[in-house]
């Protein structure tokens, strides 16, 4: 089965800086790719997705890239603030209508 | 806010005791998909239900079930708790027709077994 191996578990950057989190897949067939934010006590939000037929995709400060031969892809934030701070995972799911797998997360601090 | 509902919110229950977990999908999707989350680690996918039939199993035990409804809110039942089924369980609403494959989360049941 699919497996997400997610890198780093923590980071800390200062506010205004840019942070990138990892992630590898396993399953080759995985087509869908979102990452989720998730604050204390509350449930992931989706803030940006891929689809395994675009290399990059950008949403204001957020942006996702992937590269399927080497089965990863990545988040990048930059002029990071405050509110970023959060739990970061990311997601894969190899079927039109089939459960994600997640990677263990990311915990981003952005210092003021 | 996503739309998806989920209730109870926090819930404390004791060994051995059955528990029911309720979602509400987020209007105009059909698919329901609850997910278990330990604590610092990311959800776990228990099953999923489309047309309330289960279509997709993660590797968790039988007392673990489930039904959808005709409005396609659904239900997550555990018999039998254990203290290892203490943890945040989420459910999530999609879509199954035209080209949506984005999920959105609820905000989560927190259940702690004792």
């Known amino acids: 089965g699919e497996n997400v191996e997610q890198h780093p578990s923590t980071l800390s950057v200062q506010e205004g800086d840019s942070a990138v989190i990892k992630c590898t897949y396993s399953?080759?067939?995985?087509?869908?790719f979102p990452w989720y934010k998730q604050e204390l006590g509350k449930g992931p939000q989706l803030i940006i997705d891929?689809?395994?037929?675009?290399g990059e995709k950008k949403d204001q400060r957020i942006a996702v890239t992937l590269n399927k031969t080497a089965k990863h892809f990545s988040l990048h934030i930059t002029e990071t603030q405050p509110e970023d701070s959060a739990v970061y995972f990311c997601?894969?799911?190899?079927?039109?209508?089939?459960?994600?797998?997640f990677g263990p997360g990311t915990r981003l601090s952005v210092l003021p | 806010e996503t739309g998806v509902t989920q209730s109870p919110t926090h819930l404390i229950k004791t060994r051995g005791q059955q528990v029911t977990l309720r979602c509400s999908s987020q209007?105009?999707?059909?698919?329901v998909s609850w997910y278990q989350q330990a604590l610092g680690q990311g959800p776990q996918f228990i099953f999923q239900?489309?047309?309330?039939?289960?279509?997709g199993r993660g590797n968790f035990p039988p007392r673990f079930s489930g039904l959808q409804f005709p409005n396609y809110s659904s239900e997550l039942n555990v018999n039998a708790l254990e203290l290892d089924d203490s943890a945040l369980y989420l459910c999530?609403?999609?879509?199954?027709?035209?080209?949506?494959?984005?999920?959105?989360f609820g905000q989560g049941t927190r259940l702690t077994v004792v």
């Open positions: 891929i689809r395994s037929n675009v």
């Open positions: 999530a609403s999609s879509s199954r027709t035209g080209r949506d494959t984005e999920a959105f």
């Open positions: 209007s105009g999707h059909n698919t």
């Open positions: 239900y489309y047309r309330e039939e289960e279509n």
């Open positions: 997601a894969a799911r190899y079927n039109y209508g089939q459960n994600f797998v």
């Open positions: 399953d080759s067939a995985s087509n869908y």
